[in-house]
């Protein structure tokens, strides 16, 4: 069967939902996409190896061409979950509208296939040197599966990686690290009369908060970025539950936050100094306290700005390399020795809202940018 025309592809990638959500009411499978995945690349001679993560999860990685070096073009295959009523046309139909592509994952990621494509399907009949890896990945919008997988696997993959992800074609070099964190306080609940029935979670946890909001403090006065557009560190208190009644001794309370790490900040250091303020509050407050992350953290990503990638990228787009606030599956691919960016076609600002959109001017820049890499890396590399 001939290969799908550029926008046919769109079109059948935005129609396989492959939502990831951390609630399994709401999360689905990749397999479809995938699927469609392997297929268009091994019509075109890539060899397509499949990796089942958890169940109904999956990664692709098509190679061509062998040995060491080459470039990985990477993206994830899920998008996040979505409300149909806010949209105004069918989020999983590929719709036309003011010199726009529309639809449920075409700019946040989807979209980066096809462009890999068909940037490769000219190039296919000339002699590759070094190899390029196309990387489709399971749940980075939810845990980031299909990525860690890779890196704990260890197996090198290639000289450089490009992660397309939204940045409007300007190659990025720095993002922060997430960290979702719970504390759970279990005191003893008692007649609120007398504060000696009992040991009140939410007192314990107020000070709790106190000594977080000093740890941010102190954080952000010893790490400054100014490449970031918030350039110390942050720590947000996200939600809070605890107790049932204003007569009762408060027994229980949560907290859960979100802290993102500069690049430098290693998040186990982190948890550390929150661990040595929470021991002496539980022993004051007689309570149990128990912390641990919602999720593996996400490290922090930075490449550094010499790198032959970053200077490649700076020259071909014309943009210098800059940081974002928003994280990805860089510093994973990273880990398996890939100078690694993140530069894509979409704009970030329509990522993970109803309408979401991908110019039509961006298609042939993209495509021209991949082939001029895919030329340096893989047809005439220089290492």
Excluded at 221 to 228: A, G, I, L, S, T
Excluded at 249 to 263: K, V
Excluded at 296 to 308: L, Y
Excluded at 329 to 340: D, I, N, S, V
Aim: hydrophobic letters at 40%; charged letters at 20%.
């Amino acid at each position: 069967m001939p290969l799908p025309s550029l926008k046919d592809q769109f079109a059948a990638l935005i129609a396989a939902p492959s939502v990831s959500c951390t609630q399994p009411a709401l999360d689905q499978s990749n397999r479809q996409v995938i699927d469609l995945l392997a297929t268009w690349l091994g019509d075109l001679g890539f060899a397509c190896e499949m990796q089942e993560i958890t169940p109904g999860k999956f990664n692709l990685l098509a190679s061509y061409g062998s040995g060491p070096g080459g470039l990985v073009l990477a993206g994830h295959t899920d998008t996040v979950p979505f409300d149909e009523s806010l949209w105004a046309s069918d989020p999983l139909k590929l719709t036309e509208t003011d010199d726009r592509w529309v639809g449920l994952g075409v700019c946040d990621m989807k979209g980066f296939f096809p462009l890999v494509i068909e940037a490769v399907r000219t190039l296919i009949d000339q002699p590759f040197k070094q190899p390029l890896l196309v990387l489709a990945t399971c749940d980075e919008e939810s845990s980031m599966s299909g990525a860690r997988a890779l890196a704990e696997a260890g197996a090198p993959l290639g000289r450089a990686a490009v992660i397309g992800e939204p940045t409007g074609l300007k190659p990025i070099r720095l993002h922060k690290g997430i960290m979702m964190e719970r504390i759970d306080i279990l005191g003893q609940s008692g007649h609120s009369s007398d504060p000696a029935l009992g040991h009140s979670a939410l007192e314990a946890m107020q000070d709790v908060m106190l000594e977080l909001r000093g740890l941010r403090a102190q954080w952000q006065r010893e790490f400054n970025n100014p490449q970031f557009s918030m350039p110390q560190p942050t720590l947000n208190f996200g939600c809070i539950h605890g107790g049932d009644n204003p007569n009762r001794i408060c027994g229980q309370c949560s907290l859960e936050f979100d802290l993102r790490p500069l690049p430098g900040m290693q998040p186990e250091a982190l948890r550390a100094a929150i661990r040595q303020k929470l021991q002496p509050l539980a022993e004051q407050h007689q309570v149990k306290i128990d912390f641990a992350p919602l999720f593996p953290s996400v490290p922090p990503f930075e490449q550094s700005a010499d790198a032959e990638l970053v200077r490649l990228a700076e020259r071909l787009t014309g943009h210098a390399a800059v940081a974002v606030a928003f994280a990805t599956e860089a510093p994973y691919l990273q880990q398996l020795g890939c100078q690694t960016i993140v530069l894509g076609p979409g704009d970030i600002d329509c990522a993970h809202q109803p309408g979401e959109y991908l110019d039509l001017s961006r298609l042939q820049p993209t495509v021209g940018l991949l082939r001029e890499l895919i030329q340096h890396y893989c047809l005439s590399p220089t290492a």
